[in-house]
């Protein structure tokens, strides 16, 4: 009776977590990604569809279910080098003695980790690396049979949730869904971590203080990622900063086996962050996440302000406020040189710049939705933080895992959007200034489309743009009659539109001065 009770008790629980995907219809806040992404393809998209492409392609992993060994490696090593060093959920000494062993020799936990790590980087290898892939949810079940037997603890139980949320995040997509979002799973863990008090400051100790390191760049790894997606969605966090006092991770570099005197070095370290006090911190890879997490804080300001009901305080103060912390923040970055020196050039500095675009474009593009009047002062601006994202995504794709990321591709998408929206605004002869953005953002969206194949229309739908741009250039008569329209559009071998009597009819109607202020109705 009991165990029918149990079966029961599980059997709710999963119907009480799972989605309905064809009904599943959620908030997006009117300022995020996500929406803006959204409203414009709504307003822009031709009655008749852009080309699209299947959810087959080759992206798709297909391959023998006994991996090779040397496989297994090229895919920690992605995982390694493309995903740990941006969240630091996972020792990367643990997982390659992990792989050293025999599978039967492995304990439970050491098996998961594994097992996720390598399902992850099966998703972020280079399609031109190997020819044969084995599906990422191959790895998926291993790790979860090593998880249902896994002796748990507080901590594990937090890095499982945000191991199995960017899982999801990377390698399902809209034709394979896990019971909860990401969202849901990262957000799990950040609760998790308040729920056993990891948001606070400990009691130091030498004998701890490794782990408690371990534990800083774990917690703030996780609240990193938990508010990227939430400000993805426009939604709140899961944890007003206010509450958190657990200092940040220390850069400071240490080996697999430390040896007493880096611990001794690390522990008077944490004394002096503790007190307050000030100490020089070398460039290394925590740097990345320790800028990152400077950043999370001031966009979920950013968000607060934006989202409010009621600020209490002029926006037009508020936002300056956050124009100014942000330009502390990019003022306060270490110098290239430097950067590259201590990181010999592993890293892209970009990582860090293209921090402070996103922020940027993110801080404008509302202002220039609320207050039309000042658009002619904005729009220099907005443009050059397009331009920056575009810039930097593509001096560094080939060291992150960008092209693995949905935001990335919205991001890129938003960016190109607005630099074709500067033309219109400032005439075409500013196109030539800006020709080596566009043609980056171009680029970057074919990559990104080709990971995932279903948001192929927000390729075709800038490139299309462009091209009505273009074209407009070459025609500043715009009222051409159709037949001449459409004889110019195949002269120029557009690809994108179906022959139709005016396949522009859209953007004539909608890409024009009022465009922000309909885009922002439709967010609302």
């Known amino acids: 009776m009991k165990q029918e009770s149990d079966g029961l008790e599980k059997s709710a629980i999963v119907r009480l977590l799972s989605h309905d995907h064809e009904h599943n219809l959620q908030y997006l806040g009117p300022f995020s990604l996500g929406s803006i992404t959204s409203a414009i393809k709504k307003l822009l998209s031709t009655s008749s569809p852009l080309e699209t492409i299947s959810e087959t392609s080759r992206a798709d992993f ?11 490696i090229t895919f920690l090593k992605s995982f390694m080098t493309l995903a740990h060093e941006k969240y630091f959920l996972l020792e990367p000494y643990m997982l390659v ?71 999801v995040e990377r390698c399902f997509t809209e034709n394979s869904h896990f019971y909860m979002s990401s969202w849901e799973l990262i957000g799990m863990a950040l609760r998790k971590l308040i729920q056993y008090g990891y948001h606070k400051k400990r009691k130091l100790s030498l004998n701890t203080a490794i782990e408690y390191e371990g534990t800083k760049r774990i917690f703030w790894s996780i609240y990193c990622f938990e508010k990227a997606l939430s400000l993805s969605l426009g939604r709140p966090s899961s944890i007003n900063d206010d509450f958190i006092d657990i200092p940040l991770p220390i850069s400071f570099k240490m080996s697999d086996n430390p040896t007493e005197i880096q611990i001794r070095c690390l522990f008077e370290k944490q004394k002096m962050q503790q007190n307050n006090d000030k100490f020089d911190q ?33 926006k037009n103060e508020l936002f300056k406020q956050i124009s100014d912390t942000l330009e502390k923040w990019h003022r306060e970055l270490p110098s290239k040189q430097v950067f590259n020196n201590a990181l010999e050039e592993k890293k892209s500095y970009e990582s860090l710049e293209v ?39 593509m001096k560094m794709y080939h060291e992150s895992d960008l092209i693995f990321s949905v935001h990335a591709l919205r991001t890129t998408f938003l960016a190109g959007m607005t630099i074709l929206y500067f033309v219109k605004m400032f005439g075409h002869k500013k196109l030539k200034n800006v020709h080596i953005s566009l ?64 396949p522009y009819a859209n953007f004539r109607a909608h890409f024009n001065k009022n465009f922000w202020n309909m885009v922002l109705s439709h967010t609302c």
């Open 355 to 393: 921090l402070y675009y996103e922020a940027k474009l993110s801080l404008l593009l509302p202002m220039l939705m609320m207050r039309r009047s000042e658009e002619s002062l904005l729009l220099n601006d907005v443009c050059s933080a397009a331009s920056g994202i575009c810039g930097c995504y």
């Open 439 to 502: 043609r980056t953002c171009s680029s970057l969206l074919i990559l990104f489309t080709e990971r995932w194949p279903s948001f192929k229309i927000y390729q075709n739908l800038f490139d299309s743009l462009w091209d009505f741009i273009e074209l407009e250039k070459q025609t500043e008569d715009t009222t051409r009659d159709s037949k001449n329209t459409v004889k110019l559009l195949n002269n120029r071998s557009i690809k994108n539109i179906d022959e139709v009597v005016d």
């Open 282 to 314: 070398p460039v290394t890879e925590i740097t990345i996440l320790i800028k990152a997490t400077l950043m999370s804080k001031i966009r979920a300001k950013m968000q607060e302000i934006l989202s409010s009901v009621d600020c209490g305080t002029s």
């Open 62 to 72: 297909y391959g023998p279910m006994k991996i090779p060994r040397a496989l297994n």
């Open 97 to 167: 003695e992990t792989l050293k062993k025999n599978p039967s020799t492995r304990k439970n936990w050491e098996g998961f980790c594994l097992e996720m790590a390598l399902g992850i980087g099966c998703r972020l290898v280079w399609l031109t690396r190997v020819k044969t892939y084995p599906q990422p949810q191959y790895y998926f079940n291993n790790a979860m049979r090593y998880l249902s037997k896994a002796e748990m603890k507080p901590l594990r139980e937090i890095q499982a949730c945000a191991l199995i949320g960017a899982f």
